[in-house]
Each structure stands twice: as C-alpha cells, then as structure tokens.
C-alpha cells in the first residue's frame, strides 16, 4: 500500500510528454477488507502501452499488472 501512495503522491498532477497525469487509488468509493494497491491513471501520454506503463511505475514497486480501458478517440488516455 505505501508504494502505491508513493506513486501518487510524486505522479499526480505531474507532467510526462506534455500531459498532466492523474494518478490515485481505484475504486475510491469501493469497500475492501484489505487495503487496495490498485491505481488508476488518466491522461498518460498516446504512444505509451503496457510495457511503458510497466517501466514508469516500476520506479515505486512491482507492478503485478496493467490493465488499459478501451479508449474512446475523444477522450483521454486512461489505465487501471
């Protein structure tokens, strides 16, 4: 979990290839019985894919895996 907020704290709002991210847990308004890890990410750059979602995020931890939304060509890059 601490890795996770590590992410977040140093990526949300920063800016990659000219883009702001969003960056904070999943599923906020979810109930877990365990503390959630899960991020989701919003406005990443167009050419990035998993591999490149996996190495920027690797910096804060093990990433166990990378989930991209269908994209919507009107609408901005987004992962969970």
């Known amino acids: ?24 847990l999943a599923d906020t308004d979810a109930l877990y019985e365990m503390p959630n890890e899960n991020l989701y990410v919003r406005n990443m750059p167009m050419p990035w894919n998993e591999e490149t979602i996996r190495e920027f995020f690797s910096n804060y ?20």
């Open 1 to 24: 979990v601490q890795e996770a907020q590590d992410a977040i704290t140093a990526l949300n709002g920063s800016m990659v290839m000219g883009r702001q991210l969003m960056v904070k």
């Open 61 to 80: 931890g093990n990433v166990l895996s990378v989930r991209l939304l269908a994209m919507n060509p009107n609408v901005q890059a987004q992962a969970a």
